[in-house]
């Protein structure tokens, strides 16, 4: 077989237990991609050695008849997962030469069912960011570009590393972390498949915090089925995360039936915004009469809360990765920076966290020591809460309704040139989180699937969102959609 | 349980150069919870371990590390509020004080701000025999400890120490009701006796397992009761916080001096500024630590890696169902049941080990003379060797049976006490010492007969004496009682002389 790289998940995974293809090929077919690709910035730690030893073990089990789930399949890691003796540093300068001497719960469920690691990839630093330019690594690049037009462009953020490697076909499947759209909106950027699923679907155990109660973890993929048997590995409950939830995780590839008739489909109004390209307008409403001569009933709902979302959003989770970041202090692991003689320990505080944090992690660290600061609590943190409640209440509501699943744009515009947002005010990076921060308020499954080009050749994304736990139902109204959508464009390969 | 009535002490009263002040204090007291895990990591707790040693992953506060409440911890802390009668609160959360310091590796203390795990209670303080101060709780929650930092092992560095760093603490908060150092420490006291009765924490202040924040104010006669009708604290003087003492005679110390600086420039025309205050027991004085304006700004809010904290009233109840007898209680049924005095009952229920010993001893036994032997010949020996309790040479069964020998007559007071000091010298069965060492007291009258024979025999003028005066019969009996080496019974000694000299 040619192109191994290019293959998904299940079709690997088949190509595998038939014994048509060897682990130790699929992942070496991977690791010579990802050597000629630093062009991409996707990987920014490579561990070939760990990923052969692994592709020979899985090898072993699948001649012995024991292939669990991703046996054999390799993958990419995002920087956030902390893996046992390799780099992690959240894409920051501050966790410079931290090695951990733990394994994420997540990477070592994978690790279990037999996936292959081949390297850590990029992202903003701390995941904070739209475009993976706050990386210390630099930024990843898309491997789509605007017909002839060289510009370079963002793979989105902040699982860029994550989504750039998929696009790119440099590994099968990546996994990502979502605190407000940073699975789903690189996914929609590079015409992949990202899956947020319900919080406490997958132990944040392991994976550097942002903001806790809006982290989550899950696949970002080449098509819907692979997010299945992906995400299918990746959850259950871990009781060292108290926020992970004991329920069962049921086969969700075995959903997959396509079959949505009947299934009641909500178009939210508010998410129709002023000034939002007629190309995503018209592509959302394409994505709807899919679904709807699949079978599906559409049904216009309200989301009246909508537009507090982003503003509470950007409360929230600055407040959060404000106490989440205190712990970089420079006393334990990590940078310390270098000090002048009569240096104490404040001196050390200060001048280490501003060597080792970038600009946007300081901005929103400041954002966040300011909502909840005392006089101000009440008026920013305080209320925020709220509006959170109203809007997971929204969609409580609309669910009541008998909706099972909305559908909505996963962006506001599709990939931008990196460096175009750089002289921007922030909340205009800020707003590409539109479509997707209420889901992350929320703590429902949202899922990014490809379903359309623009003018410019580039892919754009559509977002459904499902009901809480029923990340099953949710991936079959996105495989159906998918189905419907037959979006199977590929970037061409300049790199 | 007796009802106990009581008078409340007065208040202590300082005389300043214009006029008297009342103090007013509130106590905030880290009890260390008793558990051999962390609060939110599975380290281990154990006291003088290698520096660095008893620390996890979590208590590092390395990237990606989540808390896991512990259990027991949280039983503890209910099984504390049900000893204090305090409302157990079935939903409670926790939050993060944020603050930077390197013994604090995450950056932030998880601690319970707004819904405490335990809510109002109270504790019952005697001050003397009907004299007791009934001081309310306002709110007890678990928080987490801090590591400790080591400023004077090099001049250059500090050193860090994490072993106590997410060790469980119960942080229990009285109202402002204790009205002098005394009181002061009488609330600690009892606060460490109930606690080391439920078993929640080991009460050693010495190691730090109990400390106190003490909250000191001064008032004019007359205004406490005016705050206590309305609940108004403007009624009340500005407080400071004296932090981290842990010992019973500093802090008195400190609450008098602190007390004496607040009245000094209240008189010169000044303000008493809410501050945190440090003790310095060398210099006898206290000395600002922070102003109000320096004061952190803890930035609390909901720590979003816990749930709240749910917990059933079965569950409750199963533990109140198996809360031990509390100190209070078991000192009303030393009263009544073994009629024992104010006194005795305090002394023997002072220290849960003592209460244990003195049951084991008074089981069966007559509880007056067992409470005698325990406070007066057990803890005189015990003391004059620095003995504690737990360390006794003598156990329960040994005393008892020291007692069971006098109460059949086997041997008289004064062979007792020999008894006891070879049984705590060199152990052994009371019993089997006596028997082998003959010091079984003689109740065998025919041989007192003999022996009350002979001395009559060897002292016809005694004799004659001792007719004419009666009171000269302790004599014969002085006499007898030495020619048997003490171990004849002196009541039939004493019997058998009468009727031989016909008196």
Redesign the interface.
């Known amino acids: 077989m040619s192109d191994l790289n290019k293959l998904g998940l299940a079709e690997a995974r088949d190509a595998l237990r038939k014994g048509d293809v060897t682990s130790v090929e699929l992942t070496e077919a991977c690791l010579s991609e990802i050597e000629a690709a630093d062009a991409l910035n996707a990987f920014v730690h490579k561990t070939p050695e760990i990923a052969l030893e692994r592709a020979r073990a899985a090898d072993a089990r699948i001649g012995a008849g024991d292939a669990p789930a991703m046996c054999g399949l390799p993958i990419g890691i995002k920087d956030l997962?902390?893996t046992k003796g390799v780099p992690?540093q959240?894409g920051s300068r501050i966790?410079e030469g931290?090695l951990?001497?733990?394994e994420?719960t997540v990477s070592q469920q994978l690790a279990d069912a037999g996936a292959v690691m081949l390297g850590k990839l990029n992202m903003d630093e701390f995941a904070m960011g739209s475009s993976n330019e706050t990386s210390v690594y630099g930024n990843a690049v898309s491997p789509w570009r605007r017909g002839n037009d060289d510009t370079q462009l963002t793979p989105g953020g902040s699982s860029g590393g994550s989504a750039a490697a998929v696009a790119a076909d440099l590994c099968l499947a990546a996994t990502g972390t979502d605190t407000g759209g940073s699975i789903r909106q690189p996914a929609a950027f590079t015409g992949t498949v990202g899956l947020k699923p319900t919080y406490g679907r997958c132990s944040?155990?392991?994976?550097?915090?942002f903001?806790?109660?809006l982290d989550q973890a899950g696949p970002m993929t080449k098509s819907v089925r692979d997010a299945a048997i992906m995400l299918g590995a990746m959850a259950g409950h871990d009781?060292?995360?108290?926020?992970s939830v004991d329920l069962a995780v049921p086969d969700f590839e075995a959903l997959l039936t396509g079959d949505i008739r009947g299934k009641r489909i909500g178009i939210p109004k508010e998410y129709r915004m002023d000034g939002m390209p007629e190309e995503i307008e018209a592509l959302w409403h394409e994505g709807a009469e899919m679904l709807k001569s699949a079978g599906a009933e559409i049904v216009d709902i309200s989301l009246p809360h909508t537009r507090y979302a982003l503003p509470a959003y950007y409360v929230i989770a600055p407040?959060?990765a404000?106490?989440n970041?205190?712990?970089y202090?420079g006393?334990?692991?990590g940078h310390r920076a270098t000090l002048a003689h009569g240096d104490g320990?404040t001196e050390m505080?200060e001048k280490t966290r501003a060597e080792g944090f970038g600009a946007e992690v300081q901005r929103r660290v400041m954002v966040g020591?300011y909502v909840?600061?005392?006089g101000f609590?009440d008026a920013y943190?305080n209320r925020a809460r709220k509006v959170r409640t109203l809007i997971k209440k929204d969609f409580e509501d609309a669910f009541a309704q008998g909706v099972d699943a909305i559908l909505t744009p996963a962006t506001p515009s599709a990939a931008f040139g990196l460096g175009e947002m750089g002289q921007a005010d922030p909340v205009q990076m800020y707003l590409n989180d539109v479509f997707t921060v209420t889901v992350n308020l929320a703590g429902l499954p949202g899922i990014a699937v490809p379903t359309g080009i623009d003018h410019q050749g580039l892919p754009l994304g559509l977002q459904l969102i499902g009901r809480p736990w029923e990340e099953g139902d949710l991936l079959n109204t996105a495989y159906a959609l998918e189905q419907a959508a037959g979006f199977v464009a590929k970037p061409g390969k300049w790199w | 349980m007796l009802d106990l009535t009581f008078e409340p002490p007065k208040p202590k009263v300082i005389a300043g150069a214009k006029h008297d002040w009342e103090l007013v204090i509130g106590m905030e007291v880290h009890a260390q919870v008793s558990s051999r895990a962390k609060l939110f990591s599975g380290a281990s707790t154990t006291f003088g371990a290698e520096p660095n040693s008893n620390v996890s992953f979590v208590d590092a506060a390395m990237p990606g590390m989540l808390p896991v409440i512990n259990e027991f911890c949280v039983e503890q802390a209910v099984r504390t509020g049900l000893g204090l009668k305090a409302a157990i609160n079935l939903v409670s959360a926790f939050d993060r004080k944020n603050y930077f310091y390197p013994d604090l590796p995450q950056g932030y203390q998880i601690s319970q701000l707004y819904h405490p795990i335990v809510g109002e209670g109270e504790v019952l303080v005697e001050l003397g025999e009907g004299i007791a101060r009934m001081v309310r709780i306002e709110r007890i929650h678990l928080e987490q400890d801090a590591g400790k930092s080591i400023h004077d092992m090099d001049p250059n560095m500090s050193f860090v120490d994490l072993n106590r760093t997410g060790v469980a603490l119960m942080e229990i908060v009285s109202r402002p009701d204790i009205r002098g150092p005394e009181e002061a420490a009488a609330y600690i006291a009892k606060l460490r006796q109930i606690l080391r009765y439920l078993g929640t924490c080991d009460g050693n202040m010495q190691n730090g397992n109990l400390r106190a924040d003490v909250n000191v104010s001064v008032c004019r006669p007359g205004e406490y009761e005016k705050y206590w009708e309305t609940q108004d604290f403007s009624h009340l003087g500005t407080r400071c916080e004296i932090k981290n003492m842990n010992s019973m005679r500093f802090i008195q110390q400190a609450i008098e001096v602190e007390a004496r600086r607040q009245i000094a420039l209240l008189e010169a025309g000044g303000e008493v500024v809410q501050e945190t205050r440090l003790y310095d027991p060398d210099k006898g004085e206290t000395r600002s630590m922070r102003s109000k304006e320096e004061a952190h700004d803890y930035r609390y809010f909901p720590d979003p890696d816990l749930l709240p904290l749910e917990i059933e009233q079965t569950w409750v109840d199963e533990i109140a169902a198996a809360l031990p007898e509390l100190p209070d209680a078991r000192k009303a049924r030393y009263m009544s049941d073994f009629g024992l005095t104010d006194y005795d009952a305090s002394v023997l229920t002072a220290e849960v080990e003592t209460a244990a010993y003195f049951e084991a001893v008074a089981q069966g036994r007559d509880g007056k003379l067992a409470a005698n032997w325990v406070i007066n010949e057990l803890f005189g020996r015990l003391k004059k060797e620095d003995h504690d309790i737990t360390s006794s040479p003598v156990d329960p069964a040994q005393l008892g049976g020291i007692i069971d020998l006098i109460s059949r007559g086997d041997i008289s007071g004064k062979i007792a006490k020999d008894l006891f000091e070879i049984v705590y010298t060199e152990g052994g069965d009371p019993a089997e010492i006596v028997e082998a060492r003959g010091m079984k007291q003689v109740t065998d009258t025919g041989a007192i007969e003999a022996a009350v024979d002979q001395v009559i025999a060897d002292n016809p003028a005694q004799v004659e004496k001792a007719k004419a005066n009666p009171k000269l019969a302790g004599w014969f009996v002085g006499q007898v009682m030495k020619a048997t080496g003490g171990k004849a019974n002196p009541k039939a000694v004493n019997d058998i002389v009468q009727a031989k000299l016909g008196l």
């Open positions: 997962f902390c992690s959240a966790l931290f951990p001497e733990y994420s944040r155990w392991g994976i550097v915090a903001a806790s109660s009781p060292r995360d108290s926020t407040a959060e404000s106490s970041l205190a712990r202090d006393v334990r692991y320990i505080y020591t909840l600061s005392a609590y943190y």
